[in-house]
């Protein structure tokens, strides 16, 4: 089992910039990429980036050059650095981790932090 907790969400101005972070507890030995995703209201939850144990780093479209996703391992602490935010952005971002099971995988996720971006 893994437990993640987030912080880091508010309210900024368009233009502004926070930093979310996911801290992980539990079996943390076992767990490969770790990523954010977000969900807007009556939307689907997305995936907008991700990184494993090595520091590669990959990003939907939306975010790519704004936002910086990096990891500590010795912390078990997965960042997103949130720059030149808009309206848009606003949404619940979760964090996610990956856990190998058999032939698949198992997810875990935060319970969630909520990032307003005002216009």
């Known amino acids: 089992q893994v437990r993640l907790v987030e912080s880091g969400g508010g309210l900024v101005q368009a233009g502004g910039s926070l930093r979310l972070s996911c801290a992980a507890s539990?079996?943390?030995?076992?767990?490969?990429?770790m990523g954010w995703y977000r969900q807007a209201p009556g939307k689907q939850r997305k995936w907008i980036a991700s990184i494993n144990k090595g520091g590669d780093t990959n990003y939907a479209d939306s975010v790519e050059g704004r936002f910086t996703i990096s990891r500590d391992n010795a912390k078990n602490t997965v960042y997103l650095q949130m720059d030149s935010l808009k309206p848009e952005d606003t949404a619940v971002y979760y964090c996610?981790?990956?856990?190998?099971w058999g032939l698949g995988r198992l997810d875990y996720w935060g319970q969630g932090t909520q990032v307003t971006v005002s216009s």
């Open positions: 996610n981790a990956e856990t190998p």
């Open positions: 539990g079996d943390t030995f076992s767990v490969n990429d």
